[in-house]
T-cell receptor, first 111, second 115 residues
Framework: GENVEQHPSTLSVQEGDSAVIKCTYS??????FPWYKQELGKGPQLIID?????GEKKDQRIAVTLNKTAKHFSLHITETQPEDSAVYFC??????????FGSGTQLTVLP | GAGVSQSPSNKVTEKGKDVELRCDPI?????LYWYRQRLGQGLEFLIY????????KSGLPSDRFSAERTGESVSTLTIQRTQQEDSAVYLC?????????????FGEGSRLTVL
């Protein structure tokens, strides 16, 4: 089955700096790669996703890149703000039946 | 309701007791998922329902775990003879359904503590 590895597990950045979270996946048939943000006490919420026919996608301060050959994808957050502090999960999707999630990254934006 | 609703939000039980967790998905969402999230860990897939198809139970950790869904509505996750290692947040999510690689909408979870 699919295996998704996520790094780092914790990340602290100064407000205004950029944050990068990286994931690798094992199943070359995976074709959909979402990122979820989980705030304390809440369920995860989709923030951005990318499909395998696209190399990069941006949405304001958030961008995701995908390298299918190397089987890795990354989340980039620019101009970080305190409200970006949360746990971020990457995921890989091969079939409609289930996503495989990474282990999560606790991002802390320091004022 | 507007989102996925889960109950109870918190449940404390004694080892060996049975517990039942409930999920109300978003109306019209044919796919429903249960995940387990242990403290500080990622999301562990448990079970997936899609319409009237047979559920994908491949993530259930033992035969103490079971889940049901009535049509395309409410689902219940039952844990029998609870153990301390069952302590976790149980998250339910729904989506538009098979063939749609779109967004999962999560509830806020049911936090289970087994003493």
């Amino acid at each position: 089955g699919e295996n998704v590895e996520q790094h780092p597990s914790t990340l602290s950045v100064q407000e205004g700096d950029s944050a990068v979270i990286k994931c690798t996946y094992s199943d070359s048939a995976s074709n959909y790669f979402p990122w979820y943000k989980q705030e304390l006490g809440k369920g995860p919420q989709l923030i951005i996703d990318i499909r395998s026919n696209v190399g990069e996608k941006k949405d304001q301060r958030i961008a995701v890149t995908l390298n299918k050959t190397a089987k890795h994808f990354s989340l980039h957050i620019t101009e970080t703000q305190p409200e970006d502090s949360a746990v971020y999960f990457c995921a890989a999707h091969r079939s409609a039946r289930q996503l495989t999630f990474g282990s999560g990254t606790q991002l802390t934006v320091l004022p | 309701g507007a989102g996925v609703s889960q109950s109870p939000s918190n449940k404390v039980t004694e080892k060996g007791k049975d517990v039942e967790l409930r999920c109300d998905p978003i109306s019209g969402h044919t796919a429903l998922y249960w995940y387990r999230q242990r403290l500080g860990q990622g999301l562990e897939f448990l079970i997936y329902f899609q319409g009237n198809s047979a559920p994908d139970k491949s993530g259930l950790p033992s035969d103490r775990f079971s889940a049901e869904r009535t049509g395309e509505s409410v689902s219940t996750l039952t844990i029998q003879r609870t153990q301390q290692e069952d302590s976790a947040v149980y998250l339910c999510a729904s989506s538009l359904g098979a063939g749609n690689t779109g967004e999962l909408f999560f509830g806020e979870g049911s936090r289970l503590t087994v003493l």
